[in-house]
C-alpha cells in the first residue's frame, strides 16, 4: 500500500535560518504532492502542491521540491521566524475511483526558536 | 475569506452513545471528506462524499459511521454507538473541484471523547 515517511519527528531550528523537511514515499507514483500546515488542535492548512513535472516551486518564503526518482519531496522555509513553529504535513492524492482523498505523512513538528 | 465550520468544537460522550458532529462546508463547494486524527498520530482518509453519495471509504467506516448532508448545507457524520478508540479530532473538509489540484479546505475539527 501507499506510504509517506516525514523522517524527521521534530526540528529545531533558530530564527532567520533555514528549515528544510523531508518527505518519503514508496509504492506510489503520484501526479502531485502538497505541503498542509497543522498547528496545535486545529486542521491541516494547504499551503503549496507540486505536480511531478515540476522541479521546483515557491511561494513567499516556501520552496518546495520534487523528485520523482529519488520518490522524494523537500520543504524549505527561509528566514525562519518564530510564527512558522507548527507541525507540517506532507500529503499525497490518492485517486482510486473516489475524489482524490488525501494520504498524509505523520508529520514534522517545527520549532523556531528566537 | 470563506471557511469551513464545525461544531461542537468539543463532544465527550459516553461508550455506546451516538454522536453526529456537524459541518457547514464553503458554500461553492461540491466535494465532502471527513478525516480523522487521533493524538499524536496521522490525519487517516474516512470517506468521501459527492452528489449526496459516498464516493469512497476507508476500513475504518464501518456499519456505525454514516455520513449525510441533510439540507444542502449541513454534511455531518454520525457514530452510532460510540467506542473507546473512536476518541479523536475529526475534521471536515471540502473542495469545489474533481481535480487533484484543486485544493481541499479543513475544518477546524472537532475533538470527540469517549469515556
Known amino acids: 500500500s501507499q506510504k509517506i515517511e516525514q523522517n524527521s519527528e521534530a526540528l529545531n531550528i533558530q530564527e532567520g535560518k533555514t528549515a528544510t523537511l523531508t518527505c518519503n514515499y514508496t509504492?506510489?507514483?503520484?501526479?502531485?504532492l502538497q505541503w498542509y500546515r497543522q498547528d496545535p488542535g486545529r486542521g491541516p492548512v494547504f499551503l503549496l502542491l507540486?505536480?511531478?513535472?515540476?522541479k521546483e516551486k515557491r511561494k513567499e518564503r516556501l520552496k518546495v521540491t520534487f523528485d520523482t526518482t529519488l520518490k522524494q519531496s523537500l520543504f524549505h522555509i527561509t528566514a525562519s521566524q518564530p510564527a512558522d513553529s507548527a507541525t507540517y504535513l506532507c500529503a499525497l492524492d490518492s485517486f482510486s475511483g473516489g475524489y482524490n482523498k488525501l494520504i498524509f505523512g505523520a508529520g514534522t513538528r517545527l520549532a523556531v526558536h528566537p | 475569506e470563506p471557511e469551513v465550520t464545525q461544531t461542537p468544537s468539543h463532544q465527550v460522550t459516553q461508550m455506546g452513545q451516538e454522536v453526529i458532529l456537524r459541518c457547514v462546508p464553503i458554500?461553492?463547494?461540491?466535494?465532502f471528506y471527513w478525516y480523522r486524527q487521533i493524538l499524536g498520530q496521522k490525519v487517516e482518509f474516512l470517506v468521501s462524499f459527492y452528489n449526496n453519495e459516498i464516493s469512497e471509504k476507508s476500513e475504518i467506516f464501518d456499519d456505525q459511521f454514516s455520513v449525510e448532508r441533510p439540507d444542502g448545507s449541513n454534511f455531518t457524520l454520525k457514530i452510532r454507538s460510540t467506542k473507546l478508540e473512536d476518541s479523536a479530532m475529526y475534521f471536515c473538509a471540502g473542495k469545489n473541484g474533481q481535480r487533484s489540484t484543486d485544493t481541499q479546505y479543513f475544518g477546524p475539527g472537532t475533538r470527540l471523547t469517549v469515556l
Open positions: 509504492n506510489y507514483s503520484p501526479a502531485y
Open positions: 458554500s461553492n463547494h461540491l466535494y
Open positions: 507540486i505536480r511531478e513535472n515540476e
